[in-house]
């Protein structure tokens, strides 16, 4: 016999402020600050506070749906573009920053490399399918020394469980001695620690 629908959450009474923040915040601890609202039928639903502490780049191999409830936040993607000059050339990666204000949704492609930056007393929600037989999750540090920007560790797993694999993965290699994360190509950057971003909530006025 199915399972019983679970019940509608309300998002507002679950993430009350002050009162319902100060219960539940321990749900949404750094690096990765999530917690799973619901799973069934192959969908996940999560939502995630700030500020969070990513330095890597996820990899999913089926699509993710982002939307601010409160506060904005900055999606950091790596994009394949082909070289104009030589269209049978590799395409280069080009790292681009977008940003989600609060209200706004965004539909992340599958495969897409990707590193949620998240600021303090902001909220959200993210939607993920269960992972196809034998298609692997990848995180990915790259250097952050902008002239090189090699990939310096990659880490792969079958995920399926949402709220812990990914942080445990984090968590794994962040700690590990800086000198065991330094790019082998540059002998400069230093993979793993936390970028420096500007909070896109500031210039309009805060979460609102």
């Not at 030589?86 to 706004?104: L, N, Q, S």
């Not at 790259?142 to 942080?167: I, M, W």
């Amino acid at each position: 016999m199915a399972a019983p629908l679970p019940s509608p959450l309300s998002l507002p009474t679950w993430h009350a402020f002050p009162l319902l923040l100060a219960t539940n915040s321990h749900l949404l601890r750094p690096p990765v600050n999530n917690a799973v609202l619901y799973h069934h039928s192959g969908t996940t639903v999560m939502i995630v506070g700030g500020p969070n502490a990513r330095s890597d780049y996820h990899i999913n191999p089926t699509p993710e749906w982002f939307f601010q409830y409160r506060g904005g936040m900055v999606l950091k993607v790596v994009e394949q573009h082909p070289d104009p000059q030589d269209p049978k050339a590799p395409c280069r990666d080009v790292f681009r920053d977008i940003t989600i204000h609060e209200g706004e949704m965004f539909l992340l492609p599958p495969n897409t490399p990707h590193n949620p930056i998240r600021f303090c007393d902001t909220v959200g929600l993210v939607i993920e399918q269960d992972r196809p037989t034998g298609m692997n999750d990848r995180l990915r540090w790259y250097c952050p020394n902008e002239s090189c920007r090699k990939v310096v560790h990659e880490a792969s797993f079958y995920c399926t469980d949402l709220g812990s694999q990914v942080k445990g993965a984090v968590v794994d290699y962040t700690s590990r001695p800086r000198e065991e994360r330094l790019c082998r190509e540059c002998g400069v950057g230093v993979a793993g620690e936390k970028p420096v971003v500007k909070d896109v909530n500031l210039d309009r006025g805060g979460s609102e």
